[in-house]
Structures are given as structure tokens and as C-alpha cells.
């Protein structure tokens, strides 16, 4: 007889004067475990729940919700900047340090921003741009850090693709941090291709290009 804990964290502090030596964060079960039988069903049952139980869903956004999704777009992005050591002085132009008015003037016509929702709290998002001629440009696909790992950026993605087909598109651009080797793998592991490289002067980083083109029925 056993049981099984989940909890949402948002913060670790110090440890308790219990027999735990220390606390680590993994994306993946790590090796040596103890009951290797029975951590991996307990950790898939786990990400069954937590889709169960939360009820996300994707839906379309409105200027009414920038505020939230604006948090949710810098906080996600926030992480990236802390990785590469950037700040708002020596990268002022990173979406992380933009705000609400400069994130509101992508909403032109053939923008379509979508938000992940747990009840009415925003935990995701990402933006289709009608670019022309079947072409579609993905925009800031972004998961809060305490959301991440769950599936919920492939479920963004994926619902791209499906929203794209449903527009009669044939192709999905977007661009990335060329140097951000985990996201440029994550993309071709879900069927991008790497199609070039930019430098610009006012960015500390290389912009790579990917796109993702239907598949014709013939």
C-alpha cells in the first residue's frame, strides 16, 4: 500500500531537518531511483491528472486579455533572457523586457493570438500571422516556467498546425535564437526545418529561421 503526492510548486526554500540531503529538478525521471517499476507509472498517471484535473484548453484572445497573456509572454521569455545573462541594458529589445503597448501592436489584421487556459487564468500562448500566399508566421509560443514539461507547448504547437490546415495555409515560418540549440532541436523534432541565419546589430543574438509545410494529399 503506497501514495502517490503531486504538487504545484512556485518557490523552494531550504530544506527541512529531514532525511532529504537535497532537492533537484529533472525534466525527465533521473537514473537510480529507488522502485524503478513503479515511479514511471506513477509519473505518467501524474501528467494524466494533471490534464484531467486542470481542464486546458486553447482558446482565441481578445485586446480584453493583454494584460494577461503580455505577463505571460515576459515571464516565459524571462527564462530565456536569464540563460544567455540578458538585461534590459544590453538587450533592451528582447520580447522579455517589452510592454503591454509594444506586444499590442502585432493585433493587425490576419493576427491571431490563442491563449492556454486552466479555468480563467492564462498558463500559455501563442499567435498566427497571416503573412499571405498559404503562409502563416507562429509568434512567441510560450508556456509559464511552473507549467513547462507537461506537454502543453506541443499541444500549442500542434493546434497551429491543425489551425493552419483549417485555414487552407500550406506553410508555418517562424524565427528563433539561433544559439537556443534546446528550442531549435524541440522545433525539428516536431517536423521544422532550419532554412537560414540573420544577424542583426541591435540584437546580442543570431536569428535562425524554421519553417513546417503541410503535406499534400497527392
Known amino acids: 500500500m503506497g501514495k502517490c503526492f503531486f504538487a504545484q510548486i512556485h518557490e523552494l526554500g531550504d530544506i527541512p531537518d529531514f532525511e532529504m540531503a537535497e532537492v533537484r529538478l529533472f525534466d525527465t525521471i533521473p ?12 509519473y505518467e498517471r501524474v501528467k494524466d491528472m494533471i490534464y484531467e484535473d ?12 493583454l494584460p494577461q ?3 505571460v509572454i515576459r515571464r516565459s521569455f524571462a527564462t530565456v533572457a536569464k540563460d544567455f545573462g540578458w538585461t534590459r541594458e ?6 522579455s523586457f517589452r510592454t503591454d503597448e509594444q506586444l ?12 492556454l487556459f486552466v479555468g480563467k487564468n492564462i498558463i500559455g500562448f501563442v499567435s498566427l500571422t497571416d503573412m499571405g500566399n498559404g503562409t502563416y508566421e507562429l509568434n512567441k509560443l510560450s508556456v509559464l516556467p511552473e507549467w513547462r ?32 540549440n534546446i528550442l531549435k532541436n524541440w522545433y525539428a523534432t516536431n517536423g521544422f526545418i532550419h532554412t537560414r541565419t540573420k544577424k542583426f546589430e541591435h540584437l546580442p543574438f543570431t536569428t535562425g529561421y524554421m519553417k513546417w509545410a503541410v503535406e499534400s494529399d497527392g
Open 104 to 115: 499590442a501592436n502585432k493585433a493587425t489584421d490576419g493576427y491571431f493570438p490563442f491563449g
Open 90 to 95: 544590453n538587450a533592451p529589445g528582447h520580447v
Open 69 to 71: 497573456y503580455a505577463d
Open 31 to 42: 537514473d537510480k531511483m529507488r522502485f524503478p517499476k513503479i515511479l514511471p507509472v506513477l
Open 149 to 180: 514539461h507537461y506537454g502543453y507547448g506541443k499541444r500549442l504547437l500542434d493546434f497551429c498546425k491543425e489551425k493552419v490546415v483549417a485555414l487552407g495555409g500550406s506553410e508555418i515560418t517562424l524565427d528563433i535564437i539561433e544559439e537556443n
Open 54 to 65: 486542470f481542464d486546458a484548453g486553447i482558446r482565441p484572445l481578445t485586446a480584453e486579455h
